[in-house]
C-alpha cells in the first residue's frame, strides 16, 4: 500500500512537471485587424482568418504555418469602423515559443464599399491579392499573451476600376505591429463632424494613417515609435492643411496633442 501511494506521488509529480513544461512552451497570440479608412461610407472585406508562420527554439523554419480561423458566423468586417480603439479579432491560439516571422491574411470573395447609401462592388483582380502577406519578426516567450495587429490601410488598397461603372479593385496594402513595443498619438481636430486623413510620418515614410472620429472630432495613430511629424488632410477642400512637426512617442505610451482647430483656405 506504501509503495502504491509511493507511485502515485511520483506519478501525479511527473504529471505536474509535463503541464508545466507544456505551459512553459507555449505563448497566446491574438491578432487584430484595424483600419486606416478611406473616403468610403463603409467598407465591407470577408476575412477568413489569419495564416501565421513561426520559427521554433532551435531555429527550425520548416514548421507547418498555423491557421487561425476567424470564428464569426458572419465572416464580412466593416473596415471603416475600425478607428480609434476599435478593432476586429481575427483570430487567436497558443503557438510554440520562438517567434512569428510572417502573417498571411486569408480573405474570401464578397466584397463592396458603401457610398451615399449605395452599395457599390469591390473587386480582387489579382490571386495573389487574395492571401496578401507581411514579414515580420514577433519574438514569443512563454506564458505570455501577445497582441498583434494588422493595419488594413484602405486608403491605399482600393483603386477606381477603368471603368468606374464597373465599382472598385481590392489590392491590400498593409503594415503589421506589436502592441508591446510600440506607442500611439492621439488627438483631435474642430470643427467638429469634419473628416480628414492623419499621417504620421518619420523622415520621408508614412508610417501610420487614420481618419477622424467624425462624431467627436478624435483621431488614434497606432503601432509608432519615435519622433513623428503629424500631418491632417481634411476632406472638406475649404480647409487647409496642418503640419505638426516633432511629436514623440515612447513604447505602450500614448502622446496627447492639443486640438487641431481647421483653417479656412483664404
Not at 36 to 63: H, K, S, Y
Not at 178 to 186: K, P, Q
Not at 194 to 201: D, G, K, V
Amino acid at each position: 500500500m506504501i509503495k502504491y501511494i509511493q507511485n502515485l506521488i511520483l506519478f501525479s509529480v511527473f504529471l505536474t512537471s509535463c503541464i508545466s513544461d507544456g505551459e512553459r512552451s507555449t505563448a497566446l497570440v491574438n491578432v487584430f485587424v484595424i483600419d486606416a479608412p478611406g473616403d468610403f461610407d463603409e467598407v465591407w472585406v470577408e476575412i477568413l482568418g489569419v495564416e501565421v508562420t513561426t520559427i521554433g527554439t532551435r531555429g527550425q523554419d520548416n514548421a507547418d504555418p498555423v491557421f487561425f480561423e476567424n470564428l464569426q458566423s458572419n465572416q464580412q468586417v466593416n473596415l471603416s469602423s475600425l478607428i480609434l480603439d476599435r478593432q476586429f479579432l481575427v483570430g487567436r491560439g497558443e503557438l510554440l515559443v520562438g517567434a512569428i516571422t510572417e502573417l498571411t491574411l486569408k480573405l474570401g470573395t464578397d466584397h463592396y464599399v458603401v457610398i451615399d447609401g449605395a452599395r457599390i462592388p469591390l473587386e480582387i483582380e489579382n490571386i495573389e491579392d487574395q492571401n496578401p502577406s507581411l514579414t515580420v519578426n514577433y519574438p514569443l516567450d512563454a506564458g505570455i499573451s501577445y497582441d498583434i495587429f494588422i493595419d488594413f490601410e484602405v486608403f491605399r488598397s482600393i483603386s477606381s476600376q477603368p471603368n468606374p461603372a464597373n465599382g472598385f479593385v481590392l489590392k491590400p496594402k498593409l503594415r503589421s505591429f506589436s502592441r508591446a513595443d510600440t506607442g500611439e498619438i492621439a488627438g483631435s481636430i474642430l470643427p467638429v463632424m469634419e473628416n480628414a486623413i492623419i499621417y504620421a510620418i518619420q523622415g520621408k515614410d508614412t508610417v501610420s494613417s487614420t481618419a477622424v472620429d467624425v462624431s467627436t472630432g478624435r483621431f488614434k495613430l497606432r503601432g509608432i515609435l519615435g519622433s513623428h511629424t503629424v500631418v491632417i488632410l481634411p476632406f472638406n477642400t475649404k480647409y487647409l492643411p496642418e503640419t505638426i512637426p516633432n511629436v514623440n512617442v515612447e513604447s505602450r505610451k500614448i502622446t496627447q496633442i492639443s486640438a487641431v482647430t481647421l483653417r479656412p483656405k483664404p
